[in-house]
């Protein structure tokens, strides 16, 4: 009997092992998105006046992140709960949509397939609440200025035109988002004029935000129609955020003042008979350096100048904090230089030691320039300057060496305004070999109302290479590579590019590319490589 038993239990589990079931292998994958059968509304529906919304697909969906994906324009301001069934989708929206208005909702990639979540295509669905579809149209092309390549993902909206917009506060009336290739599409809106604006628009908010969020606008109204104009923007980075005083950071050996954003140049002067040595650094800090003796407190105005050439003046109060202990803790003392260590220098070079404090005094007679063993000349020999802030010292030399060009930079040579130095410095950089570089020269083509202009190499990354103001133009001496070639209407003639202003209704120095990329080969040169200012 109890082998009977034992033999049935044997049975029953074979038999369920046997009918397990077991995810098929092989077959063809589904590539095919979901494909809308049917809506309510149907699309372009007219007088509609009800508050849900429901789409139904040929297989199942699942949604994805709807709330961030769905674009309604104009905005509605109506908030809205969804409701998957199975090959459905039911918004249900808490209002009813403002009246006599043409709506229209692009779903994005915000509704995809069950099985391989392939999304659906051109998803949009378009109605009004009054007795027509409005069928005004905007729709252009969006790109970096300095790089010339398109934005993705960038918004671009349409503005009621008011002296009072303020793009930080008020989001548009009717917006769409720009493509892989930068081109956008904003259809279905009222046939009058508007004002078109692109924002980076990073954390979705549809406001400005000017700190890190680049910007593109054109100066004169659009008007939306059934016309085909093709509108080209150009994005730039503006901040015009009033400059600050962020916050002071005082310190035994230095004292910090840290501004809200980056600065150009800053003006110090004391408002006592003391005085301190100071440098800017990373674009936003003012550091000032502590050397005795002085009062326990010393007042400065500061006149820092922005990016956008606004000029803002401080008065701050220098307090360093109080030494404790015998010996003051300094930080070291550094060099860097241009060009780079061990970098080729042609035997007639212009050459920068960069240092991270103010220099006191210099020896230039122990600075030493080494063109061979016998040949050591002294940077007394050559013509050198300081920058204002004296951490800076630029060097015109010429060197005979055959092989390797170097500085030998004894111990004591560089004094510090804190009295410190270097250790005993070597640096070495190769003689340039002309053969491994190529050349390019060419002219610019441009109308006689542009008198004044800036040629610019660049890589592949937009890494500036080197820059020239006239025309024609050669660049020597540039390593074997694929590059690009630009020029910058200089319209003030300050050799810099200035960047526009929104607020101003101000365009950014405009900036033209030559369409193809150039290749350089070594010991080649490329002539007759033009670019043009059009009219």
Not at 43 to 72: A, H, P, W
Request: proline residues 5%; charged residues 25%.
């Amino acid at each position: 009997m109890i082998r009977i038993i034992l033999f049935a239990i044997l049975c029953l589990f074979i038999f369920e092992q046997c009918a397990q079931q077991v995810t098929p292998t092989g077959g063809k994958k589904d590539s095919i998105p979901p494909n809308l059968v049917e809506s309510n509304p149907l699309n372009k529906t007219l007088n509609f006046k009800g508050r849900k919304l429901e789409l139904f697909f040929d297989e199942y969906v699942v949604v994805d992140n709807i709330n961030q994906k769905l674009v309604i324009t104009p905005e509605a301001d109506n908030p809205y709960s969804y409701k998957q069934n199975g090959m459905s989708v039911l918004l249900t929206f808490k209002n009813e949509f403002k009246d006599s208005t043409t709506f229209t909702l692009n779903f994005g990639d915000a509704i995809k397939d069950f099985a391989e979540k392939n999304p659906a295509k051109n998803l949009k669905l378009v109605f009004s609440t009054g007795s027509s579809l409005d069928s005004g149209r905007v729709y252009g092309s969006l790109k970096d200025i300095k790089t010339n390549k398109p934005i993705f993902d960038a918004l671009v909206g349409l503005y009621n035109v008011s002296d009072t917009l303020n793009i930080a506060k008020q989001k548009p009336y009717y917006f769409s988002r720009t493509d892989s290739s930068g081109t956008f599409s904003i259809e279905n809106i009222q046939m009058r004029n508007y004002k078109l604006i692109a924002i980076d628009d990073k954390n979705r908010n549809m406001l400005y935000n000017a700190k890190d969020e680049r910007v593109g606008f054109l100066e004169k109204e659009v008007n939306a129609s059934r016309d085909s104009v093709t509108y080209a923007l150009n994005m730039f980075l503006s901040d015009n955020t009033p400059l600050k005083i962020q916050r002071t950071t005082p310190r035994v050996n230095n004292y910090s003042v840290i501004f809200s954003k980056a600065v150009e140049k800053v003006a110090v002067t004391f408002m006592n008979k003391d005085t301190l040595p100071y440098l800017l650094e990373a674009g936003n800090t003012l550091k000032f350096f502590n050397v005795e003796p002085h009062p326990d407190s010393t007042l400065v105005k500061l006149s820092a100048t922005d990016s956008l050439g606004t000029t803002t003046e401080f008065e701050q109060k220098i307090a360093f904090q109080a030494q404790r202990g015998k010996e003051r803790q300094r930080d070291q003392l550094t060099l860097s230089t241009l060009p780079e260590s061990n970098k080729p220098l042609n035997n007639t070079f212009v050459y920068k030691f960069i240092l991270n404090k103010p220099i006191q005094s210099i020896d230039d007679k122990k600075i030493t320039l080494i063109t061979d063993s016998l040949t050591h000349e002294p940077l007394s020999a050559f013509q050198w300057s300081w920058n204002p802030n004296h951490n800076i010292l630029i060097v015109n030399a010429k060197s005979f060496a055959k092989d390797s060009i170097k500085w030998d930079i004894p111990k004591g040579s560089f004094i510090s305004v804190e009295g410190d130095t270097l250790p005993k410095t070597f640096l070495k950089h190769p003689v340039l070999n002309e053969e491994d570089y190529g050349l390019i020269n060419g002219k610019v083509i441009h109308p006689d109302s542009v008198t004044s202009f800036i040629v610019q190499l660049v890589d592949e990354q937009y890494k500036l290479i080197e820059t020239t103001f006239s025309s024609p133009y050669t660049f020597r001496n540039i390593p074997q590579g694929k590059y690009y070639l630009r020029v910058i209407v200089d319209a003030n003639k300050n050799q810099k590019w200035d960047t526009g202003e929104i607020d101003k209704n101000l365009q950014p120095e405009a900036i033209y590319y030559l369409p193809e990329k150039i290749l350089l080969k070594a010991n080649f040169e490329l002539n007759d490589i033009n670019i043009t200012i059009p009219k």
